[in-house]
């Protein structure tokens, strides 16, 4: 992992336990963000090789910065988070460029498998 994984969500205990799982399964978190606004200046600044991006965000919500993310680099990886019943989002996200989705609550072993899935 030559870049690690920027975690946005804006729950500060669901980054916890995202940055948790990933950590425990030898990944780098090199970044977290709060909303898409942050997370697309984040991406910037540090050029993660995955972002996981919450989809329901105040400000800019994570089908409009996996858009902006995908326009700055359009290889870049994206795993999304969702709640249930959001598959129209999900949807939208995947059509947008992201390159899987975990739904909460996450089980590890989902999320792994994403997260590697998604770096190939």
Do not use: H, W
Not at 33 to 54: S, T
Not at 70 to 85: L, T
Not at 94 to 115: L, S, Y
């Amino acid at each position: 992992m030559a870049n690690g994984i920027l975690i946005v969500d804006d729950a500060a205990f669901m980054r916890m336990m995202i940055k948790d799982i990933l950590t425990k399964n030898g990944f780098e978190v090199v970044g977290e963000a709060e909303n898409g606004k942050i997370a697309i200046d984040k991406y910037n600044e540090l050029d993660p090789e995955l972002v996981v991006m919450d989809i329901t965000m105040p400000e800019v919500d994570g089908i409009q910065a996996v858009k902006q993310i995908m326009s700055i680099n359009s290889q870049a990886k994206i795993v999304m988070c969702s709640a249930m019943g959001q598959q129209a989002m999900v949807i939208e996200s995947i059509q947008a460029g992201a390159k899987d989705f975990i739904v909460k609550p996450f089980q590890a072993d989902r999320v792994i498998e994403a997260v590697k899935k998604a770096i190939g």
